[in-house]
């Protein structure tokens, strides 16, 4: 059987499609080509000036920074332990909240670079600091890698050194011919671009149409004097709260009729248009087909699925460069631990309890009040329900009602009160001795792992149990029984 093919065949270098003539690869995003190529990301910044665009943006970042991150060990060895203890010291030391919003760039503009700043401590090479920097800065060479330009390589730039700069890529695009990423700034483009020029007009039809047009008549032909000596008058007019004209001519003012709606939901469209591309969809889409909660549930469904996707890419950008170059320079041979974020949606806790009442209702209860502690917070303990009084029987409920014995109940002596009082006092006091010892061995049953374990842990738990107390106890209560005896005996 023969050997697969190994390497990559269908490379930017092969395809007829990509220029041979040029070092550096251009990207594939038609908008920037027609503004001239991987220097024309400056575009992509008019886009972030318009406030709509720039708050649906800043929405999605901060979606995903907003949750919260943890690193995970590759397993339960100390040696993996100790390695993502490490590296959640070193996320913690770099602001990985603000690293990560600023690798998000990439999704408007297809890529993001971050340059790590090495510094060493000891025998350990860490970062002292991640900067992001701007996309101009930077271009790809045929095989994908970054070149940096510089005063001395303005066009082609120079290769960059191993493990120094972190490349993130954001593509709407379905495959990996392109390094620079195709980001939605190709898509916010043309809306953007819109809504600026229907801005532009809506302002100036603003600006023409707040104060009514003059209008003057005159009767007679075409006139150039009559005409001039209007205009001049008009314009006097403006600055002058009167207006002296002959008889037969006709003055009055002319008020544009309607409003800008037209421009208005031009606008508005054009921010929903924008609003869909970034974040999936918009409360107003498909309005007429579904309930407003039904709404608001699917979009916030949409917009969390969408950050989830964002911050595993990002986390995985994270953990493939920064995170292995750490481990591969620290701790050679050791497994890389993973970085992610928690996406998981607290649950509403009266859904908890209405769940937890039916549960109960059916026969069953939590185990022990941890769960109660877990599930709502707080640090709770069960409720002690006092036993029931018996009622008191009514003479009729007697069978012995009415009769007569001829020895009647005796009353208790005042000796045999004492011994009663002496016998109460003890079992208090001894109560709380007596229910230490008891938590021991549920301590026990709780902690057993097997028959056999139990019956080791009670065997090594008869031994241990002290009982000096409950001695020293009994002893006081029997002098002192000793001694009320004595009382009582003498009289």
């Not at 550096?24 to 080509?33: F, W």
């Not at 060990?73 to 600023?102: C, P």
């Not at 970062?127 to 510089?150: E, I």
Request: hydrophobic letters at 40%.
């Amino acid at each position: 059987m023969p050997a697969p093919q190994t390497g990559e065949l269908a490379t930017n270098a092969s395809d007829p499609f990509v220029p041979q003539f040029q070092t550096v690869l251009q990207p594939s995003d038609d908008t920037l080509l027609a503004h001239g190529g991987a220097g024309a990301y400056r575009i992509y910044d008019e886009i972030r000036r318009d406030p709509h665009a720039h708050a649906i943006l800043q929405k999605r970042k901060l979606e995903v920074i907003s949750r919260e991150w943890q690193v995970i060990a590759a397993s339960d060895r100390r040696n993996d332990r100790k390695v993502a203890a490490d590296i959640e010291r070193l996320l913690r030391s770099i602001n990985f909240d603000q690293l990560t919003r600023g690798l998000l760039g990439a999704i408007l503009k297809g890529f993001a670079v971050a340059e790590i700043v090495w510094t060493q401590q000891g025998d350990v090479w860490t970062p002292s600091a991640v900067k992001v920097k701007k996309q101009n800065r930077f271009r790809f060479d045929m095989n994908g890698g970054l070149r940096m330009l510089t005063r001395s390589a303005p066009v082609d730039g120079v290769s960059v050194p191993d493990r120094k700069f972190i490349v993130h890529r954001h593509s709407i695009d379905d495959d990996d011919d392109d390094p620079y990423g195709v980001g939605l700034g190709s898509v916010l483009f043309w809306p953007a671009w819109f809504k600026r020029q229907v801005l532009a007009n809506w302002l100036q039809a603003t600006r023409k149409h707040a104060a009514p047009t003059t209008l003057a008549q005159y009767q007679g032909a075409y006139d150039k004097a009559k005409q001039d000596l209007l205009a001049e008058a008009l314009v006097a007019m403006q600055a002058s709260d009167s207006l002296i004209v002959p008889e037969n001519v006709k003055v009055e003012l002319l008020e544009a009729k309607g409003g800008n709606s037209q421009s208005e939901e031009l606008a508005r469209y054009l921010d929903e248009l924008m609003s869909e591309a970034v974040l999936g969809e918009t409360l107003t889409t498909n309005s007429g087909e579904r309930g407003a909660r039904s709404l608001g549930d699917i979009h916030n469904e949409i917009r969390v699925a969408i950050a989830k996707a964002d911050a595993d890419l990002v986390c995985k950008t994270i953990q493939q460069s920064l995170v292995r170059w750490y481990v591969e320079i620290n701790y050679p041979g050791e497994a890389v631990p993973e970085v992610w974020r928690d996406f998981s949606e607290a649950e509403d806790l009266g859904d908890k309890v209405d769940r937890d009442q039916k549960i109960y209702q059916m026969g069953y209860k939590p185990a022990s009040v941890d769960y109660i502690n877990e599930t709502y917070g707080g640090d709770w303990i069960e409720r002690t329900t006092a036993p029931a009084e018996p009622e008191a029987p009514s003479p009729d409920d007697n069978p012995t009602a009415g009769l007569a014995f001829a020895d009647p109940v005796r009353e208790a002596t005042p000796a045999e009160k004492t011994v009663a009082d002496l016998s109460s006092q003890m079992a208090q006091l001894g109560r709380p001795v007596i229910d230490a010892m008891i938590e021991e061995i549920r301590g026990a049953f709780s902690d057993a792992t097997s028959y056999e374990d139990l019956i080791e842990r009670l065997a090594r738990l008869s031994g241990d149990l002290s009982v000096d107390e409950l001695a020293q106890l009994m002893a006081q209560g029997t002098v002192l029984a000793d001694l009320e005896g004595r009382v009582s005996a003498d009289g």
